[in-house]
């Protein structure tokens, strides 16, 4: 009778020690989904800020794409008035040249200044470009 305690205690102990690994097992598999979700929602939390930040970087493309578009047109329009200056100009020179061969002179002496003047818009406008261009960045 003894031998069957003896035997149903060391038992009882093999299952105390059964009991005591997986109480040990359970906190570190606790210790470990704690840490697994702490890290779970910092990544989340990237995630957020990312999508956030290509958003506004979307956005600001999309006005820069706008304002690109917007500096074709000012340039599309100040090349139009430099064409128009420049016609103007050898219109006036030609009308020179057939008064001159009139006897009478115009224009002639002034053609360098209208060509330097139409030549200045241009590089003004090409700044005025590039500034809006570096502002939006």
């Known amino acids: 009778m003894r031998e069957k305690i003896d035997e ?12 005591d690994e997986l109480n040990s097992v359970t906190l570190n598999n606790g210790c470990e989904l704690e840490k697994l979700v702490s ?3 910092k990544l989340e939390e990237a995630l957020r800020e ?3 930040r290509a958003r506004t970087v979307e956005s600001k493309m999309v ?3 706008e304002q690109v578009v917007e500096a074709e047109k000012v340039i599309g329009a100040l090349k139009e008035k430099a064409v128009e200056a420049v016609n103007g100009t050898v219109n006036n020179i030609t009308r020179s040249i057939d008064v001159e061969e009139n006897g009478l ?3 002639t002496s002034q053609w360098p200044v209208v060509a330097a003047g139409s030549t200045g818009a241009i590089v ?10 570096v502002r939006g960045r």
């Open 8 to 19: 149903k205690e060391k038992e009882i102990s093999g299952f105390r020690k059964k009991v």
């Open 39 to 41: 890290e779970k929602l």
């Open 50 to 52: 990312s999508e956030e």
């Open 63 to 65: 006005q820069l794409q």
């Open 105 to 107: 002179t115009g224009l």
């Open 124 to 133: 003004a406008a090409a700044a005025v470009v590039y500034v809006c261009y």
